[in-house]
């Protein structure tokens, strides 16, 4: 119930962070909830899952130059 709880101050599409044990920490995405973790998709591409009483909010106007544009531009196919 306590991980339940915890996972509702986070939503999904939010940029979190965590520690794992002995290694520096992960910054991502939360992708989906699951019953006791919650998903989430490192900047450096591997999936996480991850009780939610480990993760911390990363504050958006801190992290703004770090972050990887959400639109990637696509070239246009001759038509």
Do not use: C
């Not at 909830?33 to 900047?43: E, G, L, Q, S």
């Not at 009780?51 to 001759?78: E, F, K, T």
């Amino acid at each position: 119930m306590q991980a339940h709880v915890r996972m509702l101050e986070f939503k999904v599409g939010e940029r979190v962070q965590f520690q794992p044990a002995g290694r520096p920490p992960v910054t991502g995405v939360l992708t989906r909830y699951k019953r006791k973790t919650v998903m989430v998709i490192a900047d450096a591409g591997q999936q996480w899952n991850v009780a939610p009483q480990l993760l911390q909010q990363v504050d958006p106007s801190a992290s703004a130059g770090d972050q990887m544009p959400n639109v990637i531009p696509m070239p246009r196919r001759p038509g």
